[in-house]
Every structure is written in structure tokens, then in C-alpha cells.
T-cell receptor, first 111, second 114 residues
């Protein structure tokens, strides 16, 4: 079957670093996406990994290990506005364009 | 550029009624997707259009759901007749290159069937 697991909730302090993990078991793999979603708003694209390794983009970095079916999103220098849900999604194969989502991780940043 | 636009943002209808949701993708994006999030669950794929053609409709729950994209621009998703379990947030997304540079999502339509 298709399964994406990520923690339901996390908390962190402003200025700190937080790592949100995602593990996946899918019948195929053609890339992993991270999205940020504030309540009532559209999911916003953060990162895309298709090869193993770390992709860095400003305060956000994303890592992928295909052999372990594992990814993480690293957020540095946390700000209050980073309080949101973070969605991990896998594109399931070369012959499909659909994303398989996890349930999302709700991150709360405290002052 | 304008983002993906969906309307209405909210809809409350009675069981058995019909509702039509609309999505305007980013101009020039040939790929349009519908997803749904039922309360407490993950976002799930419904279908994928390439221009006006249905590329993949494997996620459509049943024949009460009808999606169209006449002319390859905006898309509509009709639910007829609506059932209680259809309640949720319906998201639309678009991409120009099958998502390799990311999919852009709309804010969603929150549908409540009472």
C-alpha cells in the first residue's frame, strides 16, 4: 500500500532549529515535496527532492534518502510566522503525476 | 502572476443537493489537479487534467462526482447528489511541467453537507 508518516504536532521556540521527519512506503517514487500550509490558506511549495542528499533554500533545507524511504525538513532561525502545518508528499511513480500526502505536521512556534 | 483561484471559498448545502466548484489555474498551466481533504485525514488525489483531457481520474470516489475542463482553461467539479461524507476541503492545483518545478495550489473550497 501507500503510506506517508509524519509527526502530528511539534513545538519549538523562536530562533531555534526544528526538524520534521517524514517516512514513506510507496509502490513507486518520483520525487518528494514539502509544502507549508497556514490555516485556511493554500499549501505553499517549499522544496522538491528527487535525488539523495540535502537541498538548501534560505532558512529551509530538505533531505532525502531513497534507500531508507526517509526525508526531513529542517527549519532554522524559527520565526513566529513559521507556525503552520507542514505537508510531506510523494509523487508515486514515473507513470503518474499524483501526489500522495501525509497527514501533515502542525508546528507551533512560541516566543 | 495570479495564483490558482477557487470559488466559492465556502459552501454549505443539504444532502441531496448539487454543488459545483470552480478552479481557475495559473494562465498557461496545462496540468490541473483536484484533491480533497476530509476532516482529520490526509489530502487525497481526485483527478488530473492535461488541457481538456482527463489524464488520470483514479481518485474520483464515485459517479456522483463529475469534473470538466472544457477549453482547457478553468475546471469545474460537480457533486450530484451530495452526501454527508462529501464534506471536506477541495483543493485545486496546477503546474506547467507536470510538477517538476512544483505544483501551485489554490486556497480550497470548504464544502459542508448537512
Amino acid at each position: 500500500g501507500q503510506n506517508i508518516d509524519q509527526p502530528t504536532e511539534m513545538t519549538a521556540t523562536e530562533g531555534a532549529i526544528v526538524q520534521i521527519n517524514c517516512t514513506y512506503q510507496t509502490s513507486g517514487f518520483n520525487g518528494l515535496f514539502w509544502y507549508q500550509q497556514h490555516a485556511g490558506e493554500a499549501p505553499t511549495f517549499l522544496s522538491y527532492n528527487v535525488l539523495d542528499g540535502l537541498e538548501e533554500k534560505g532558512r529551509f533545507s530538505s533531505f532525502l534518502s531513497r534507500s531508507k524511504g526517509y526525508s526531513y525538513l529542517l527549519l532554522k532561525e524559527l520565526q513566529m510566522k513559521d507556525s503552520a502545518s507542514y505537508l510531506c508528499a510523494v509523487r508515486g511513480g514515473y507513470n503518474t503525476d499524483k501526489l500522495i500526502f501525509g497527514t501533515g505536521t502542525r508546528l507551533q512556534v512560541f516566543p | 502572476e495570479a495564483g490558482v483561484t477557487q470559488f466559492p471559498s465556502h459552501s454549505v448545502i443539504e444532502k441531496g443537493q448539487t454543488v459545483t466548484l470552480r478552479c481557475d489555474p495559473i494562465s498557461g498551466h496545462d496540468n490541473l489537479y483536484w484533491y480533497r481533504r476530509v476532516m482529520g485525514k490526509e489530502i487525497k488525489f481526485l483527478l488530473h487534467f492535461v488541457k481538456e483531457s482527463k489524464q488520470d481520474e483514479s481518485g474520483m470516489p464515485n459517479n456522483r462526482f463529475l469534473a470538466e475542463r472544457t477549453g482547457g482553461t478553468y475546471s469545474t467539479l460537480k457533486v450530484q447528489p451530495a452526501e454527508l461524507e462529501d464534506s471536506g476541503v477541495y483543493f485545486c492545483a496546477s503546474s506547467q511541467d507536470q510538477g517538476f518545478s512544483g505544483y501551485t495550489f489554490g486556497s480550497g473550497t470548504r464544502l459542508t453537507v448537512v
